[in-house]
C-alpha cells in the first residue's frame, strides 16, 4: 500500500509545489486505511491546509488507492 500511496503522491506534489509547498508520507497503515503525512513549505502553516488535506490529498488518494481509508496530518 506504500508504494501505492507514493505514487498518489507523486501525481498530487507538482500542484503543491507550485504554490511553494510539499507533502512527504510519514505512514500508511495497511490494517487500518490511515495514510499519515506532513504538509511543508508553505502548505505547513496554511490557512487552507485541511481543505487541500481533505479535499485534495485525501480525495486523490482514495481514488487511486482503496484501500486508503483516511488521511490525517502530523
Do not use: H, Y
Not at 502548505?43 to 482514495?62: D, R, S, V
Not at 488507492?65 to 502530523?74: A, H, N, R, T
Request: aromatic share 2%.
Amino acid at each position: 500500500m506504500k508504494e501505492k500511496v507514493e505514487q498518489a503522491l507523486a501525481k498530487i506534489r507538482p500542484a503543491l509545489q507550485a504554490d511553494g509547498g510539499d507533502v512527504e508520507l510519514v505512514a500508511a497503515d495497511e490494517a487500518t486505511g490511515v495514510v499519515k503525512v506532513r504538509l511543508t513549505g508553505t502548505c505547513g502553516g496554511c490557512p487552507f491546509a485541511l481543505m487541500t488535506l481533505k479535499q485534495g490529498i485525501e480525495q486523490t488518494l482514495k481514488e487511486e488507492v482503496p484501500e486508503v481509508k483516511e488521511v490525517q496530518s502530523v
